[in-house]
């Protein structure tokens, strides 16, 4: 009779039985892929919104920012980066016992967007669907809670400090008008949009001391006379254009990434709704964080530290594109050459020089090659959602190159932009690696570098 009794008190109470352990962090703590999860959320709210290139790199960069600052505190494998900014970041110390670093982490992320994002109020039923993930796989109340406050502090001091980045103060200057001459920009069809961010080289840098610290050779000086300099560059777009292979076709679309694309649905225009080309990036940092199978703490940094170079990237990049303020191919083979030719790809509404995507995507290389290696190979199907096969690539120097390269299969871009862009775009991933090398002061010693970057 005892053994009966002891045997029913065990079953009632559930003592020894699975269904009574104690939860451990490792059972209700979200995981990796999680990280890439939110990145998705506020590129699909870009989209939607049509954010121009520059500014989703801004917003990736403070979500970045914010999620990484908390986990440092915790997590050796994501070493703090506020104090490696060009402009310190000041982050609070109180920390409250009892949160969970991995979910206060993706909660900063998704409260700095939600505040910066035009529809980020959007990102707060994506807030809700993580806690009751984390609830529903027995995550605490008051951990659930307190990983709340935490990512509270953080957001806030981060969105402080974009509140003083200048971005809100460009509204403050005169409406641009492009420059009025043979050899300047001008608008483009379809949509003859006004230029996009021409001050955006006035906010401040994360790692640059300044947007014209990579200053670029300037670009082959305007002419139309044959045999000039600049007529060789007109014909030789053109030539590539009435020329394309298949594959060069694939490859021009594959890396297109205008979000402000259009096509004509019998007398309307409609918008196709495309990710920017530093969300393509970010999207092939998650791929190779998923193939590495890196740590949460690792897969943070790694998005963190390419999401601020690309920032930075766009910044020094805009800064020439709008003091050179040259012409695109198409206005200038259409004016100066054949008035029938057309681009492959829309042209994008700002100045040609230099080339966007050859100043992100060489840095953005610089930068994952520092992580994962150069002979990292990899397949990129984040193209998929906008019926794009996945191409293979052998390393990110590769994929970089095809990215630069693609924009003279396009037709958008002359070879001098394209050239002089992937010298800009090195220089930018160097300076980010440096800077997160570094030792935090002056009077520290080499060993003090974190483990990370040796």
């Known amino acids: 009779m005892k053994r009966l009794f002891l045997l029913l008190f065990l079953l009632a109470t559930g003592v020894g039985g699975p269904s009574c352990r104690r939860m451990a962090p490792a059972d209700y703590e979200p995981t990796a892929d999680r990280i890439g999860w939110v990145v998705g959320e506020m590129n699909e709210l870009m989209m939607h919104d049509v954010t121009n290139p520059p500014l989703a790199a801004r917003f990736f960069a403070y979500a970045m920012l914010a999620g990484n600052e908390v986990l440092a505190r915790s997590d050796s ?36 967007a939600g505040k910066l994002q035009p529809s980020g109020a959007e990102l707060q039923a994506r807030e809700q669907k993580l806690l009751d993930e984390c609830r529903q796989r027995g995550m605490p109340t008051e951990v659930l809670a307190a990983s709340q406050q935490v990512a509270g502090q953080v957001a ?14 460009i509204s403050d200057r005169p409406r641009y008008t492009p420059t009025e001459g043979a050899g300047y920009w001008y608008p483009t069809p379809p949509g003859y949009f006004a230029a996009v961010e021409p001050y955006f080289s006035t906010i401040r840098p994360f790692f640059l001391d300044s947007a014209g610290q990579f200053a670029p ?7 139309t006379a044959k045999g000039s300099d600049f007529y060789q560059l007109m014909d030789s777009v053109r030539q590539v254009g009435n020329t394309l292979t298949t594959e060069q076709r694939q490859i ?16 309307l225009q409609v918008g196709l709704k495309k990710m920017s080309p530093g969300a393509h990036w970010m999207k092939i940092a998650g791929i190779a964080c998923g193939q590495s199978r890196a740590s949460f703490g690792r897969t943070v940094h790694i998005h963190t530290a390419l999401a601020l170079t690309l920032t930075d990237a766009f910044i020094c990049c805009w800064k020439e594109k709008y003091r050179s303020n040259r012409i695109r191919p198409e206005t200038a083979i259409r004016r100066y050459l054949d008035p029938e030719w057309k681009p492959l790809l829309q042209t ?22 520092h992580y ?40 958008i871009h002359f070879p001098d932009a394209i050239r002089q862009g992937q010298v800009q775009g090195r220089k930018v991933g160097q ?7 570094r030792p935090a002061s002056a009077g520290e010693v080499a060993q003090s570098i974190h483990p990370f970057y040796q």
């Open 252 to 267: 021009a679309s594959f890396w297109d990434c205008n979000p402000f694309a259009m096509q004509d649905q019998g007398h």
């Open 431 to 437: 300076l980010t690696i440096l800077r997160l090398a």
């Open 77 to 112: 494998t994501c070493p703090g980066v506020a104090d490696r900014l060009h402009t310190p970041l000041a982050i609070p110390r109180a920390t409250p016992k009892g949160y969970s670093p991995r979910l206060a982490t993706l909660l900063a992320m998704l409260q700095t």
């Open 348 to 369: 994008p509404p700002f100045p040609e020089y230099l080339s966007g995507h050859s100043v992100i995507s060489t840095a953005a290389a610089g930068v994952l090659d």
């Open 372 to 411: 994962f290696g150069p002979s990292f190979a990899y397949t990129d199907d984040t193209e998929k959602e906008f019926g794009l096969k996945p191409r293979h690539f052998g390393s990110f120097q590769q994929a970089a190159t095809e990215a630069a390269v693609s924009r003279l299969y396009g037709g």
């Open 156 to 169: 806030q001091a981060v969105l402080a400090y974009a509140k003083q980045d200048g971005y809100y103060r």
């Open 217 to 223: 050779a300037p670009p082959q000086a305007f002419a």
